[in-house]
Protein backbone atom coordinates (compact mmCIF):
# COMPACT_ATOMS: atom_id res chain seq x y z
CA UNK A 1 0.00 0.00 0.00
CA UNK A 2 0.79 2.97 -1.27
CA UNK A 3 0.68 6.39 1.39
CA UNK A 4 0.78 9.51 -0.35
CA UNK A 5 2.34 12.74 0.67
CA UNK A 6 -1.36 14.32 1.87
CA UNK A 7 -1.89 11.01 3.53
CA UNK A 8 1.68 11.59 6.07
CA UNK A 9 1.60 13.08 9.28
CA UNK A 10 2.20 17.02 9.09
CA UNK A 11 5.98 15.99 10.66
CA UNK A 12 6.58 13.34 8.34
CA UNK A 13 6.02 15.32 5.13
CA UNK A 14 8.69 17.83 6.85
CA UNK A 15 10.80 15.11 7.38
CA UNK A 16 10.06 12.96 3.77
CA UNK A 17 11.29 16.36 2.38
CA UNK A 18 15.10 16.14 4.18
CA UNK A 19 15.38 12.66 3.01
CA UNK A 20 17.56 12.78 -0.48
CA UNK A 21 16.46 9.87 -3.10
CA UNK A 22 18.43 6.66 -3.27
CA UNK A 23 19.24 6.95 0.44
CA UNK A 24 19.88 4.09 2.87
CA UNK A 25 17.22 5.04 5.45
CA UNK A 26 16.92 3.65 9.38
CA UNK A 27 13.60 4.57 10.83
CA UNK A 28 13.11 3.86 14.65
CA UNK A 29 9.45 3.56 15.60
CA UNK A 30 8.42 3.37 12.47
CA UNK A 31 4.72 2.56 12.76
CA UNK A 32 3.23 0.93 10.03
CA UNK A 33 5.97 1.96 7.88
CA UNK A 34 3.76 4.95 6.34
CA UNK A 35 7.32 7.10 6.09
CA UNK A 36 8.89 4.20 4.60
CA UNK A 37 6.60 3.28 2.31
CA UNK A 38 6.32 6.94 1.21
CA UNK A 39 10.48 6.98 0.72
CA UNK A 40 10.59 4.17 -0.96
CA UNK A 41 7.76 5.04 -3.79
CA UNK A 42 8.23 8.46 -4.57
CA UNK A 43 12.57 8.79 -3.56
CA UNK A 44 13.84 4.89 -3.95
CA UNK A 45 15.15 4.96 -0.98
CA UNK A 46 16.69 1.91 0.77
CA UNK A 47 14.61 1.44 3.85
CA UNK A 48 14.88 -0.51 7.19
CA UNK A 49 12.69 0.03 10.13
CA UNK A 50 12.61 -0.83 14.07
CA UNK A 51 9.34 -1.32 15.50
CA UNK A 52 8.58 -2.29 19.70
CA UNK A 53 4.36 -3.04 18.84
CA UNK A 54 4.16 -6.41 16.52
CA UNK A 55 0.96 -5.35 14.88
CA UNK A 56 2.65 -2.31 13.58
CA UNK A 57 5.71 -5.03 12.45
CA UNK A 58 3.21 -7.28 10.46
CA UNK A 59 1.13 -4.20 8.98
CA UNK A 60 4.47 -2.88 7.60
CA UNK A 61 5.74 -6.13 6.06
CA UNK A 62 2.40 -6.47 4.32
CA UNK A 63 3.41 -3.54 2.54
CA UNK A 64 6.71 -4.74 1.36
CA UNK A 65 8.95 -3.10 4.03
CA UNK A 66 11.97 -4.41 5.48
CA UNK A 67 10.90 -3.95 9.10
CA UNK A 68 12.11 -5.75 12.11
CA UNK A 69 10.24 -6.05 15.87
CA UNK A 70 13.38 -4.63 18.44
CA UNK A 71 13.89 -1.99 21.24
CA UNK A 72 15.76 0.94 20.35
CA UNK A 73 16.54 1.43 23.93
CA UNK A 74 18.47 -1.83 23.65
CA UNK A 75 19.10 -2.82 19.75
CA UNK A 76 20.71 0.03 17.93
CA UNK A 77 24.32 -0.84 19.64
CA UNK A 78 24.60 -3.88 17.12
CA UNK A 79 24.26 -1.95 14.38
CA UNK A 80 27.43 -1.20 12.62
CA UNK A 81 28.80 2.48 12.20
CA UNK A 82 28.19 4.26 9.07
CA UNK A 83 25.92 1.74 7.97
CA UNK A 84 22.97 4.35 7.06
CA UNK A 85 22.49 7.50 5.38
CA UNK A 86 19.58 9.13 6.91
CA UNK A 87 18.48 8.12 10.55
CA UNK A 88 14.65 8.85 11.73
CA UNK A 89 13.54 8.91 14.76
CA UNK A 90 10.02 10.50 14.76
CA UNK A 91 8.06 11.35 17.87
CA UNK A 92 9.48 8.99 19.48
CA UNK A 93 12.43 9.80 21.67
CA UNK A 94 10.71 11.16 23.95
CA UNK A 95 9.30 7.46 24.50
CA UNK A 96 12.83 6.13 25.03
CA UNK A 97 14.20 5.09 28.53
CA UNK A 98 17.83 6.47 27.44
CA UNK A 99 17.19 9.43 24.88
CA UNK A 100 20.78 10.54 25.04
CA UNK A 101 22.36 7.17 24.30
CA UNK A 102 19.74 6.44 21.15
CA UNK A 103 20.76 9.65 19.73
CA UNK A 104 24.41 9.41 20.00
CA UNK A 105 23.73 5.90 18.09
CA UNK A 106 21.83 6.86 15.71
CA UNK A 107 24.55 9.68 15.36
CA UNK A 108 27.11 6.51 15.05
CA UNK A 109 25.15 4.25 12.63
CA UNK A 110 24.49 7.08 10.27
CA UNK A 111 25.87 10.10 8.51
CA UNK A 112 22.40 12.59 9.38
CA UNK A 113 19.71 12.05 11.91
CA UNK A 114 16.39 13.61 11.88
CA UNK A 115 14.36 13.95 15.07
CA UNK A 116 11.27 14.89 15.70
CA UNK A 117 9.27 15.37 19.06
CA UNK A 118 6.55 17.07 20.96
CA UNK A 119 7.71 20.62 22.31
CA UNK A 120 7.03 20.74 25.70
CA UNK A 121 8.37 24.61 25.60
CA UNK A 122 5.04 25.57 23.79
CA UNK A 123 3.30 28.57 24.76
CA UNK A 124 -0.35 26.47 25.13
CA UNK A 125 1.92 23.80 27.54
CA UNK A 126 3.44 26.63 29.42
CA UNK A 127 -0.34 28.30 29.89
CA UNK A 128 -1.83 24.84 30.87
CA UNK A 129 0.70 24.49 33.35
CA UNK A 130 0.58 28.55 34.67
CA UNK A 131 -3.22 29.27 34.59
CA UNK A 132 -4.67 25.40 34.98
CA UNK A 133 -2.25 24.00 37.60
CA UNK A 134 -2.68 20.58 35.55
CA UNK A 135 -0.26 18.71 32.86
CA UNK A 136 -1.46 19.57 29.66
CA UNK A 137 -3.44 17.91 27.12
CA UNK A 138 -2.69 19.05 23.47
CA UNK A 139 -2.97 17.86 20.17
CA UNK A 140 0.69 17.01 20.33
CA UNK A 141 0.57 15.64 23.80
CA UNK A 142 -3.06 14.00 23.60
CA UNK A 143 -2.51 11.49 26.47
CA UNK A 144 -2.67 12.28 30.12
CA UNK A 145 -0.31 11.86 32.94
CA UNK A 146 -1.34 8.67 34.04
CA UNK A 147 -1.45 6.66 30.90
CA UNK A 148 1.10 8.73 28.98
CA UNK A 149 3.84 6.71 26.54
CA UNK A 150 5.82 9.97 26.91
CA UNK A 151 8.50 9.80 29.69
CA UNK A 152 11.13 12.47 28.82
CA UNK A 153 9.38 15.52 27.68
CA UNK A 154 11.78 18.56 26.00
CA UNK A 155 11.64 21.56 24.95
CA UNK A 156 13.47 23.33 21.86
CA UNK A 157 16.04 24.64 24.22
CA UNK A 158 16.36 20.87 25.75
CA UNK A 159 17.07 19.18 23.15
CA UNK A 160 19.62 21.88 21.34
CA UNK A 161 21.54 21.86 24.31
CA UNK A 162 22.19 17.88 24.37
CA UNK A 163 22.82 18.49 20.69
CA UNK A 164 25.65 20.40 21.77
CA UNK A 165 26.82 18.06 24.42
CA UNK A 166 27.12 15.21 22.03
CA UNK A 167 28.85 17.43 19.26
CA UNK A 168 26.13 17.19 16.86
CA UNK A 169 25.99 19.98 14.33
CA UNK A 170 21.83 21.33 13.54
CA UNK A 171 21.98 21.11 9.79
CA UNK A 172 18.20 22.35 9.87
CA UNK A 173 15.42 23.18 12.22
CA UNK A 174 11.99 22.98 11.61
CA UNK A 175 8.64 23.91 13.10
CA UNK A 176 5.73 22.27 12.42
CA UNK A 177 2.23 23.40 13.90
CA UNK A 178 -1.31 21.65 14.31
CA UNK A 179 -2.81 22.94 11.22
CA UNK A 180 0.46 21.30 9.41
CA UNK A 181 2.64 24.58 8.67
CA UNK A 182 6.13 24.14 8.53
CA UNK A 183 8.73 26.88 8.73
CA UNK A 184 12.29 26.87 9.64
CA UNK A 185 13.26 28.05 12.96
CA UNK A 186 16.41 29.48 14.70
CA UNK A 187 16.32 26.42 17.51
CA UNK A 188 18.59 28.77 20.39
CA UNK A 189 16.06 31.29 20.49
CA UNK A 190 13.32 32.02 22.72
CA UNK A 191 10.95 32.35 20.09
CA UNK A 192 11.06 29.01 18.77
CA UNK A 193 10.94 27.48 22.14
CA UNK A 194 7.56 29.02 22.45
CA UNK A 195 5.84 28.69 19.54
CA UNK A 196 7.03 25.52 17.94
CA UNK A 197 4.49 22.85 18.72
CA UNK A 198 6.74 19.92 17.07
CA UNK A 199 10.01 20.27 15.96
CA UNK A 200 12.04 18.92 13.58
CA UNK A 201 15.94 18.60 14.12
CA UNK A 202 18.38 17.35 11.39
CA UNK A 203 21.61 16.82 12.47
CA UNK A 204 25.42 15.88 11.28
CA UNK A 205 28.28 14.77 13.13
Not at 110 to 133: C, D, E, Q, Y
Request: glycine share 8%; proline share 5%.
Amino acid sequence: MTTSHSQLRADLKAIAAMVPSHARVLDIGCGPGDLLAHLRDEKSVDGRGIELDPASVNAALARGLSVIQGDADQDLSGYPAGAFDIAILSQTIQAMHRPKTVLSDLMRVAGSTIVSFPNFGHWRVRAALAFKGRMPVTQNLPNRWYDTPNIHLCTVADFTALCSELGATIEEAVAVSASGAARTIRPGSALANLSAETAIFKLSN
